[in-house]
Each structure stands twice: as C-alpha cells, then as structure tokens.
Nanobody, 123 residues
C-alpha cells in the first residue's frame, strides 16, 4: 500500500511563505490526482489545490488562488504546496492525498492520505 509522508509546516507571519512537501513511497507517475486539503478547528475538511499527473492540470480553491502553488517533482516522488498566506484564516492542519485517476474536489474519494502537518499563520 503506497504511503504519503508530509514534511514542512510550522508558523509563519501573515504575508510570509511556507512550503509543504508530500513524499510518496510508491508514486504512480501518471494518471494520479494529488491533492492538498486543510481542516481548521471546528470546520470541515476543504480542498485547497489538486494536480493531475496525467496532464499537469492544476486547480485551486478561490480562497488560495494566486497565492498557493501546487507542483510535482517526479524524480523525487514529491508533491509540493507553496503557500503565501495573507491572514490567520489559513491556519489549519494541511493534508496531502492521492487517488488513481481524475481529480475531484471532494476529500471522500481520495484513498491515500498523509499524516497531516500544522500550519499556523499569525498577524
């Protein structure tokens, strides 16, 4: 069973940048959707960005568009989320996830998950 291991995260001042990494133990290199999701205390898990390895298409939630970037390094079996956080509303536990095939925005269809990493944005 492939696994995802996350690194990165921590605290950052509003306006600062942070990069999260998601390393796959057995990374399918094509036709896989990689996603980043987040969950703030008391809120439901929401999608942040997804990346389809089959064609390189990427999609972003409106709340992060223009400030977050999802990317992949195939040789390193790693997917990244580069974040420039505008305000403390980005504070949440961030998760990477993967599924075979097309990207969807619902977290329920992703079957492989990273352990999560905390991101705290302070003003």
């Amino acid at each position: 069973q492939p696994q995802l291991a996350q690194t990165g995260g921590g605290s950052v001042q509003a306006g600062g940048s942070l990069t999260l990494s998601c390393i796959g133990s057995a990374f399918p290199r094509t036709r896989t959707c990689m996603g980043w999701f987040r969950q703030a205390p008391g809120k439901e898990r929401e999608w942040v960005a997804v990346y389809y390895t089959g064609g390189g298409a990427e999609y972003y939630a409106d709340s992060v568009k223009g400030r977050f970037t999802i990317s992949q390094n195939v040789a390193k079996n790693t997917v990244y989320l580069q974040m420039t956080s505008r305000n403390p509303e980005a504070t949440a536990m961030y998760y990477c996830a993967s599924r075979a095939g097309t990207c969807y925005l619902s977290s329920s269809v992703y079957n492989i998950w990273g352990q999560g990493t905390q991101v705290t944005v302070y003003s």
